[in-house]
């Protein structure tokens, strides 16, 4: 499952391609047909991750600034002065002055907008186990990662036996989703409840999610290892980051949450920031810090693991994972046989000696 990272990877990619634009939504699949009916022709607004949840705003706006047919009406986005403009759409103008952006695409009436705001039409997505995005377009060719991938997907994306539940098209872009383990409509108030059941985000970071995510750990006798991956303590990380950025802090996955100090959750929860929204710009985890890093084999591809293992042998994880996957084999850290067991249905992996 794409962990947190790659979910607001993926929000750029398709801020990058439909942020501003008109969008013609269908649903091939049938399965989101009424959903994609109510996003047809609305203009998309900035989408956000939270965890490994995704939202995105719509709402009736670029194509009827047009309808009064004024002279302006033709002419490109943002030429025309804040003068100009109707007074009941202020409001709307001058939260996109404030975005920090200019839409790429054209103008942006939910420039401002913030996640769960009401008036919006929300699309809120969890990919699950076997969620994709495929984007085509261009810049798109030759996009890789957990959760999406350039669209050439023929086999999947025409007639009866689509599995493409949602397709976004403007601007020469496409995007279809297959296979979400949810994707539907959410209000202002919808999404405000599908927030309220999420930890604080590692890659958001805001004020004081530090502090939420140390008391939550330190309130459960629950095992931290458990309770990283619980998305109600803390929205994003997954199984590599559970992993790792516990060896890379030296905390014990065994260790029950009221029996880990403040401080060195502080340190966890610092080190998922910095491991996550570092892997946020091409998606991929890699995690192995770089002091243990061995030396890479010459044709060692760190995005592709089966082409490292042919050239380096026998230990290909470790040029991105510190224990992550690597059973058996010596902490880089210490030569301990990396450990193994199943917790609360994942494997677990870490090092005995090292993590306390
Ligand atoms: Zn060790």
Redesign the pocket.
């Known amino acids: 499952m794409p962990e947190g990272q790659a979910i607001h990877r993926i929000a750029r990619l398709i801020n990058e391609r439909f942020e501003g634009a008109d969008v013609v939504a269908s649903s091939p699949q049938g399965r989101f047909s009424d959903g994609a009916h109510l996003l047809d022709g609305l203009t998309a607004g900035r989408a956000e991750a939270w965890g490994k949840h995704f939202f995105m705003p719509f709402a009736d706006g670029g194509s009827t600034a047009g309808t009064d047919g004024g002279p302006s009406s033709g002419m490109p986005a943002g030429n025309s002065s804040p003068g100009e403009e109707a007074p009941n759409s202020a409001p709307l103008n001058a939260r996109n002055a404030m975005a920090p952006s200019a839409a790429p695409l054209a103008e942006t009436p939910l420039g401002g907008t913030s996640l769960g705001d009401d008036g919006p039409v929300w699309l809120h997505i969890h990919l699950g186990l076997y969620g994709r995005w495929h984007l085509t377009g261009e810049g798109s060719d030759a996009i890789v990662g957990a959760g999406v991938r350039s669209g050439n997907h023929n086999a999947v994306n025409v007639g009866a036996g689509s599995t493409v539940r949602l397709r976004l098209a403007a601007n020469g872009f496409t995007a279809d989703l297959t296979g979400p383990s949810r994707c539907e409509i959410l209000d202002g108030p919808g999404v405000r409840a599908a927030v309220s059941k999420l930890g604080p985000d590692p890659v958001r970071n805001e004020p004081g999610d530090r502090e939420r995510f140390v008391e939550a750990v330190r309130r459960r006798r629950s095992p931290v290892g458990q309770l990283v991956l619980d998305q109600s303590i803390a929205a994003g990380p997954g199984n590599i980051y559970r992993a790792d950025c516990l ?1 890379r802090v030296g905390i014990s996955p065994l260790r029950p949450g009221n029996k880990v100090s403040a401080e060195r959750l502080k340190a966890l929860w610092d080190d998922l920031v910095e491991t996550m929204q570092a892997d946020v710009p091409d998606g991929v985890i890699r995690t192995v810090p770089e002091s243990l890093r061995p030396e890479p084999a010459e044709a060692s591809d760190v995005r592709n693991p089966d082409a490292a293992e042919g050239a380096d042998g026998e230990d290909p994880e470790a040029q991105r994972f510190a ?1 992550y996957h690597r059973t058996g084999r ?7 046989p ?1 450990a193994e067991k199943e917790m609360a249905g994942r494997r677990l992996f870490w ?5 306390r």
């Open positions: 060896f224990v010596p902490c880089l850290r210490c030569g301990t990396v090092c005995p000696s090292c993590q």
